[in-house]
């Protein structure tokens, strides 16, 4: 059997997951879960990951959570190329360590301004206090510039000379700012060469096609039109949550 895995290619995570398993030709049924539908909420979907998160795995009666599980366990099922997650223990070390720090880092700080700047208009009844915007770049701002001198530095990736997962999901994360309408890569050249060659291992259509849907801001606005009222209240409450 094939593995199984939900995805919202809204979503960042997602996004890492389907372009590693397609790049690598990794055999996988697409279960399509469509967040702005509430479908992670159904009781089909609980029984695959309790968390109500996406990107979930399921590989016969086997069930994962998490991207950097995910990742990992279809890394060594699947024997991929080294370069992805080395076996030498200090580049792996390296890869880890990205791993570890962007969660509080670069995805906490593009994903606020992808709330505020994609969702808040979508979702809330009132505009966002500017300020709050502003803040959010500078936070992101401070995180990319400690991007590029603790983990970039003058190398070609992350890890060397080669891409790894730190590489990819490190990629995915900055596009969702970008998404949103505001560019991280204008006015860096060193980040701006760092994604293209990204993007260049990746492979172009492949990235393309993973990021059609968040780069299109005319369908997720349709999508959100489209929203039971129940639900966008959740999001509405989940989003002056988030915030604060």
């Given at each position: 059997?094939?593995?199984?895995?939900?995805?919202?290619?809204?979503?960042?995570?997602c996004?890492?997951?389907?372009?590693?398993?397609?790049?690598?030709?990794?055999?996988?049924?697409?279960?399509?879960?469509?967040?702005?539908?509430?479908?992670?909420?159904s009781?089909?979907?609980?029984?695959?990951?309790?968390?109500r998160?996406?990107?979930?795995?399921?590989?016969e009666?086997?069930?994962?959570?998490e991207?950097t599980?995910?990742?990992?366990?279809?890394?060594?099922?699947?024997?991929?190329?080294?370069?992805?997650?080395?076996?030498d223990?200090?580049?792996?070390?390296?890869?880890?360590?990205?791993?570890?720090?962007?969660?509080?880092?670069?995805?906490?700080?593009?994903?606020?301004?992808f709330?505020?700047?994609?969702?808040?208009?979508?979702?809330?009844?009132?505009?966002?206090?500017p300020?709050?915007?502003?803040?959010?770049?500078?936070?992101?701002?401070?995180?990319?510039?400690?991007f590029?001198?603790?983990?970039?530095q003058?190398?070609?990736?992350?890890?060397?000379?080669?891409?790894?997962?730190?590489?990819?999901?490190?990629l995915?994360?900055?596009?969702q700012?970008?998404?949103?309408?505001y560019?991280?890569?204008?006015?860096?050249?060193?980040?701006?060469e760092?994604?293209?060659?990204?993007?260049?291992?990746?492979?172009?259509?492949?990235?393309q096609?993973?990021?059609e849907?968040?780069?299109?801001?005319?369908?997720?606005?349709?999508?959100?039109?489209?929203?039971?009222?129940?639900?966008?209240?959740?999001?509405?409450?989940?989003?002056?949550?988030?915030?604060?």
């Amino acid at each position: 059997m094939v593995v199984e895995l939900y995805l919202d290619l809204l979503s960042q995570p997602c996004r890492a997951v389907y372009i590693f398993a397609k790049k690598n030709n990794i055999p996988f049924e697409f279960k399509d879960v469509v967040l702005f539908k509430g479908q992670h909420m159904s009781e089909e979907f609980g029984k695959v990951n309790p968390l109500r998160k996406v990107p979930a795995l399921k590989d016969e009666a086997f069930t994962l959570a998490e991207n950097t599980a995910i990742l990992l366990y279809l890394s060594r099922k699947f024997n991929t190329p080294d370069h992805w997650y080395p076996s030498d223990g200090q580049k792996r070390a390296k890869v880890d360590e990205y791993l570890s720090w962007q969660h509080t880092a670069i995805r906490a700080q593009g994903s606020k301004v992808f709330l505020i700047k994609a969702l808040v208009p979508l979702l809330m009844d009132k505009p966002f206090p500017p300020e709050k915007l502003e803040g959010a770049i500078e936070e992101l701002n401070s995180t990319l510039k400690q991007f590029e001198e603790k983990f970039l530095q003058g190398k070609l990736f992350i890890v060397g000379n080669e891409i790894s997962l730190a590489d990819l999901v490190a990629l995915v994360e900055l596009m969702q700012p970008v998404g949103a309408g505001y560019d991280v890569f204008e006015g860096s050249p060193k980040l701006a060469e760092w994604r293209h060659r990204v993007e260049e291992a990746i492979g172009k259509e492949l990235f393309q096609q993973a990021h059609e849907a968040i780069l299109n801001v005319k369908d997720m606005a349709a999508a959100a039109a489209q929203l039971d009222p129940q639900l966008k209240e959740k999001l509405k409450q989940l989003l002056q949550k988030n915030l604060k």
